[in-house]
């Protein structure tokens, strides 16, 4: 049995106990324009939006976890894969064809760490774990490889003048670009890094709050955490060096040279 | 050969030629000195036309060897962060070269005292100095000098002119000079190039173009 297992308590949340809890959506409305911060429509959006994608997205699992078959899970997490990367392009804007990067690095990252979790007989290769924890690692990687594609962007131009002495040396474009690479991949891996130093103390993450909420013993809600958040580290690494890597070549000609910009 | 940037012509129609030894490029600025330098370095290539370095195209050699042979010091200082040592030994290592780190720092006009120091914290012409001994490290050919004294004093300037006169005299180091100042490439050149408007406007021994 999985450390999960034992911890799949059901508790019911009515409609009502949903609506209900708009009255705090209201109250930041309320907030944003008694303060003119000019946010209210934003708001609005982005409640609809959440009501309408969740529940779409929980009747897909439904679905998905009626059916129990392994494909149509590798079906949603090729989706997740796809959309991640489509949304991380537009963060890393100043990076030239970014998205085939973008879609590999999310496709490493996540078929690495499922496939290990699986393979350490950590999680059961069902669709009640492969899901959710897939929308997790193919999420945190998603960010981690557009903050570092971001910064890669930055960088190859601030850096322009010191990346293309190094190639009047003889550098080769990955030489020159080293520096660069190398603060770009930590500016993508540095969030959860600090995260992780202070879970516990300063936030309570979320699959914990939810197992709690859900009945689970804090025991294995914290193990089903902790597990989540190494799960996650791996993932995030996987993900923004990939990424890294992979759209670094696309500032340099074949023959070393820094491309105009 | 000729060059565009941006659907603008940077260089057309230009034809010439550069001896052994020592050369300037002159000219107005905004009349391609610069670019025409960076060609030859190949850190880009022209759009028409070929350069040809030593009767072979320059898209022939190896770009990474190439730009280790024909060196070149940009105008804007670009060390890497660390000391003048480290940048030094970056760039012999790069050459595959042994350092004579003490030698290569008084080529540049810089004592010994510099070698450990970190290069954030140097001045604009002590920077451009380690820009010189870093391309020196690297023990080249050629060295294409992007206004190597731009930044510097009088007696700054002057040192550095004394280095450059002794490289090609003791190393057999071919330079080329990019200067705004007619009198410079007068002091540091046997032949020389007149750019304007992208266009070469003169092409011979430096009594004749810098006359």
Known sequence: MTPLAAAATSIHVAVWQVAASLALVALAAAISYWQKADLERDIVVATGRSIVQLTLVGYAIKLIFEADTIWLVLALLAVMVLFGAITARHRASKVPGSFRPLLIALALAGGTTLGLVVALGIFEPTPRYLVPVGGMVIGNAMTASAVALNRLGDEMGDARARIEASLALGATAREAAAPTIRRSLRSGMIALVDSTKTTGLIFFPGTMVGMLLAGASPTDAVRLQLILLYTLLGSVSISALTATLLAYRNFFTPAAQLRET | ?211
């Open chain 2, 1 to 211: 050969m000729g060059l565009d940037r941006g659907g603008k012509t940077v260089l057309d129609g230009l034809s010439a030629g550069i001896p052994e030894g020592a050369a300037a490029i002159v000219g107005p600025s905004g009349a391609g000195k610069s670019t025409l330098l960076r060609l030859l370095n190949r850190l880009a290539d022209p759009d028409r036309g070929e350069i040809l370095y030593r009767e072979r195209p320059l898209r022939d050699y190896e770009p990474l060897a190439l730009r280790r042979e024909v060196g070149l010091v940009p105008q804007l200082p670009a060390l890497l962060d660390g000391t003048v040592e480290s940048n030094l030994r970056y760039a012999a290592g790069l050459a595959g070269e042994p350092l004579e780190l003490e030698q290569t720092l008084a080529r540049a006009g810089l004592d010994p005292s510099f070698a450990e120091r970190d290069v954030t914290k140097l001045s604009v012409g002590e920077q451009q100095r380690a820009m010189l001994a870093r391309a020196l490290a690297q023990r080249p050919r050629v060295l294409l000098l992007d206004e190597p004294t731009s930044a510097l004093d009088h007696a700054a300037r002057d040192t550095i002119e004394a280095a450059l006169g002794e490289l090609r005299r003791e190393l057999e180091i071919s330079t080329v000079l990019v200067s705004h100042d007619p009198e410079q490439a007068r002091r540091l050149s046997d032949w020389a190039l007149r750019l304007e408007a992208g266009r070469l406007a003169g092409c011979g021994p430096r009594e004749e173009v810098l006359a």
